[in-house]
Nanobody, 116 residues
C-alpha cells in the first residue's frame, strides 16, 4: 500500500486546514488508517484513527477540533483541522495498518505550521 499526503501549509492560529491521504495498491488489506504527527524534538504521536468499520478515535488534544473521514470511492482519508493552535505545528503522517499479522505503511508526511 502506498500513501500520499497533501494539504499541509502555513495558517494562522484559529484557522483551518484539510489534509488528504490517497492510498493505492492492496487497498482491501487495510484494517485501519490513522494520522500521526511529530513536532521537532518530540516523539511521533497518534492524532486520529478510522477503522475499516468507520469508527473514529482522537487524541485528547484534538478532540472537538479535528475530524477524520474517508471517501471509499477515492481511496482517500481526510483530516479536517479547525481552530488550529501553534502547538499543532508538526509534520503530519498518514498511516495504514495492513493485513495480519499487521504491519504499517507510512506516507512521506506533510508539514503543518500554525503561527500565533
Amino acid at each position: 500500500v502506498q500513501l500520499v499526503e497533501s494539504g499541509g501549509g502555513l495558517v494562522q492560529a484559529g484557522g483551518s486546514l484539510r489534509l488528504s491521504c490517497a492510498a493505492s495498491g492492496s487497498i482491501l488489506s487495510i484494517n485501519a488508517m490513522a494520522w500521526y504527527r511529530q513536532a521537532p524534538g518530540k516523539q511521533r504521536e497518534l492524532v486520529a484513527v478510522i477503522t475499516s468499520g468507520g469508527s473514529t478515535n482522537y487524541a485528547d488534544s484534538v478532540t472537538g477540533r479535528f475530524t477524520m473521514s474517508r471517501d471509499n470511492a477515492k481511496n482517500t482519508v481526510y483530516l479536517q483541522m479547525n481552530s488550529l493552535k501553534p502547538e499543532d505545528t508538526a509534520l503530519y503522517y498518514c498511516n495504514a495498518v495492513i493485513g495480519g499479522p499487521p504491519f504499517h505503511s507510512w506516507g512521506q508526511g506533510t508539514q503543518v505550521t500554525v503561527s500565533s
